[in-house]
């Protein structure tokens, strides 16, 4: 049976990022190690970081690396995967690249629990390479089947640290240059000095003025900025 005809799992799409537009800042041992493994024949990185950290961003762009490669890669978002779906993972350790973000979502699931074991089992024997991805460090983790712990830990173990504000700004200019958007330099600092200071937070405020300066065939200013974000629009967290 084709490896196609056994995959069950219900995966959101995986996104076009790529190692090149993520503003890494310290993180960039966290970029070296994953370009280093795909280089290598096998192995497995498990990434740690809060929400808004680019977890995503580079789990995606290891698989479109990996496939601009040549390897098969699979990409699973675990976020609201019912357990039935944990059957889907039969097969996949035939891939050379498999990578699990959120994994975390999955842990103290009895059904996920037991299947990511054998597959992490299946999959090391076939000498493939594992990425994971979590918002909270191992030991934190509700694991209720404890060698299903140790397979996490079997590789190398990363965190991911929080942008200064200069390399935040250097995410909102790259978005808006990727648009061909003309993002004045005050905007920036207006986005950063009131709100939330969450990358995804910020991006997403960035996205809110620039959808209503496009509807309402304005420049990205900052009184424009103040009348989107005003309280009760923005998220102050």
């Not at 079997?154 to 995410?171: F, H, M, N, Y």
């Not at 959808?211 to 629009?233: D, H, I, N, Q, Y």
């Amino acid at each position: 049976m084709p490896l196609s005809s056994q995959i069950l799992l219900p995966l959101e799409g995986r996104r076009p990022d790529r190692f090149r537009d993520f503003i890494a800042g310290p993180n960039q041992p966290v970029v070296s190690a994953l370009k280093e493994l795909l280089s290598s024949t096998e192995g497995s990185v498990f990434i740690r970081g809060p929400d808004g950290s680019g977890k995503s961003h580079l789990l995606n762009a290891t698989c479109n690396t990996a496939q601009e490669k040549g390897l098969q890669a699979f990409f699973i978002s675990s976020g609201s995967l019912p357990e039935s779906a944990a059957e889907g993972l039969a097969g996949l350790e035939e891939m050379d690249l498999v990578c699990i973000d959120d994994i975390d979502q999955l842990v103290g699931k009895p059904a996920w629990e037991n299947a990511l074991f054998h597959f992490f089992n299946r999959f090391r024997a076939h000498r493939g390479r594992l990425v994971s991805s979590s918002t909270r460090p191992l030991s934190a983790l509700p694991f209720e089947l404890p060698d299903l712990e140790s397979r996490l830990a079997w590789g190398l173990r990363l965190q991911l640290e929080p942008l200064s504000d200069d390399e935040k700004a250097a995410v909102l200019r790259s978005k808006a240059e990727a648009m061909d958007i003309e993002l004045p330099a005050d905007v920036i600092y207006y986005l950063l000095s009131r709100g939330s200071r969450n990358i995804t937070r910020l991006v997403a405020n960035f996205e809110a003025v620039r959808v209503a300066a496009f509807a309402a065939k304005r420049k990205m200013t900052v009184p424009l900025a103040r009348e989107v974000l005003k309280p009760g629009k923005a998220d102050n967290a």
